[in-house]
């Protein structure tokens, strides 16, 4: 099966500084890699998500990455706030199968 | 208007207790799911019932189970709770169960067995 790995587990930025989470993947076939913000007491929200044949993705200050070839895909956060502390997590998936969790990344903004 | 709501917010129980956790999604959803969050923040994928039936079952005790009277309601009962179920249990629902499509989750049940 699908083996996803996330790094770092932990991470503290300043305010107004970028922060980067970066996966790897195992299984080729995987074609889809979404991103999930969990807030303290709340389910995982979706932020950002990256299908295989795309290379790059931006919305607003967040930004996903993708290398095929190297099985890896980095989260990018720019111009941290308090509010983006939180525990990020990425995901691999492809058609009719399951979503494969990374084990997490929990960020702290240090205002 | 909660997209996947789920309830309780908390439980709290003794071991050997039996209890129920619902989940409602109100997306249209076809495909619905239970996932389990450990105290290391593991999101582990528990089941998952597509339009009513079961499609994904994870090596799970079988003092779990789920049941799905219809494609927007997925209800995870728990027979003779151990301390280690204590976890945050979420719901989950997606379009079509594809998987390679947007997952969008409940607010989690926190379980405390004592």
């Known amino acids: 099966g699908e083996n996803v790995e996330q790094h770092p587990s932990t991470l503290s930025v300043q305010e107004g500084d970028s922060a980067v989470i970066k996966c790897t993947y195992s299984?080729?076939?995987?074609?889809?890699f979404p991103w999930y913000k969990q807030e303290l007491g709340k389910g995982p929200q979706l932020i950002i998500d990256?299908?295989?044949?795309?290379g790059e993705k931006k919305d607003q200050r967040i930004a996903v990455t993708l290398n095929k070839t190297a099985k890896h895909f980095s989260l990018h956060i720019t111009e941290t706030q308090p509010e983006d502390s939180a525990v990020y997590f990425c995901?691999?998936?492809?058609?009719?199968?399951?979503?494969?969790f990374g084990t997490g990344t929990s960020l702290t903004v240090i205002p | 208007d909660t997209a996947v709501s789920q309830t309780p917010k908390y439980l709290v129980t003794q071991m050997g207790n039996d209890k129920s956790i619902k989940c409602e999604q109100n997306?249209?959803?076809?495909?619905m799911y239970w996932y389990k969050q450990d105290s290391k923040k593991f999101l582990k994928i528990m089941f998952s019932?597509?339009?009513?039936?079961?499609?994904i079952n994870e090596t799970v005790p079988n003092r779990f189970s789920p049941k799905s009277p219809d494609k927007a309601h997925l209800n995870l009962h728990i027979n003779s709770l151990e301390l280690g179920d204590s976890a945050v249990y979420f719901c989950?629902?997606?379009?079509?169960?594809?998987?390679?499509?947007?997952?969008?989750f409940g607010s989690g049940t926190q379980l405390s067995v004592l």
């Open positions: 989950a629902s997606s379009l079509a169960g594809q998987g390679n499509e947007k997952l969008f």
């Open positions: 299984d080729s076939a995987s074609n889809y």
């Open positions: 990256i299908r295989s044949n795309v």
């Open positions: 995901a691999a998936s492809k058609p009719g199968n399951q979503f494969y």
């Open positions: 997306l249209g959803h076809d495909t």
């Open positions: 019932y597509n339009n009513k039936e079961l499609i």
